[in-house]
């Protein structure tokens, strides 16, 4: 069974958010409760990225993370669309590949008008007017964003590894955006990677990998991972 480390004892590990703040509140509701019921003064939660892209809220998600919702510590991992956001503020030609992807519902959510936008066009209009729009706090956050986190024999990352290069040589790029070499591998990583990216109708729990994307912004389903010395368990909405 795996072991947490000496100043942490339980994990929550929450997946893609994608703008269900909804959801974001229900599942910290459930992480207070799975507290009262079994008290444990060392625990961390940790979101695996997408908080943006989507559902309706995206500013609403960043909202709360930047005041933690949650009774525990925190921590914010970065997602693939938390990336395209920002690279459309420096670059605004990637809003062609971020609308297909959900940004104009992020858009939408700062308040930036996104009809040029359906049509293809206003690309630049749009990334200065979203610039503005976006509370420098939100930038903040953002720009805290960790690409991983280790924690006894997990692995935290938004989207997955790369097999056979070593855990701390990752690169971004796969962290971010890795699929099938990833979801395909059977060999051991080195430690459980607990991984969104990739949403499935249910939490996958199999031998080198738990992915717990089950596609919250469609089905109303925000799944949590509970880790801690008696095992593995779900929290969900």
Request: charged share 25%; with cysteine; net charge negative.
């Amino acid at each position: 069974m795996p072991n947490l480390s000496a100043d942490i004892s339980r994990l929550y590990v929450i997946g893609d958010i994608h703008g269900r703040s909804d959801l974001l509140d229900r599942i910290a509701a459930e992480i207070k409760r799975d507290l009262e019921q079994r008290p444990d003064s060392q625990c961390m939660t940790v979101t695996l990225g997408d908080y943006v892209d989507r559902g309706p809220d995206s500013r609403g998600v960043i909202e709360r993370l930047i005041h933690n919702p949650f009774p525990t510590r925190y921590v914010g991992l970065k997602g693939n669309h938390e990336e395209l956001f920002l690279s459309f503020l420096a670059d605004p030609a990637v809003g062609q590949q971020w609308r297909e992807l959900g940004g104009l519902e992020t858009l939408h959510s700062y308040g930036v008008a996104v009809g040029a936008l359906m049509m293809g066009k206003g690309f630049e209009e749009a990334s200065r007017a979203l610039r503005d729009a976006v509370p420098e706090d939100h930038f903040r956050f953002l720009s805290s964003l960790r690409n991983s986190l280790t924690v006894g024999n997990y692995f935290l990352c938004h989207a997955g590894v790369r097999p056979s290069v070593a855990l701390d040589r990752q690169r971004e790029e796969d962290l971010l955006w890795i699929r099938d070499e990833f979801l395909n591998s059977k060999n051991s990583f080195g430690k459980i990677v607990v991984h969104g990216h990739t949403p499935s109708d249910l939490p996958q729990v199999l031998a080198n990998r738990i992915d717990i994307d089950t596609g919250a912004y469609a089905t109303g389903r925000l799944t949590c991972l509970v880790a801690d010395q008696e095992g593995q368990r779900f929290l969900a909405t």
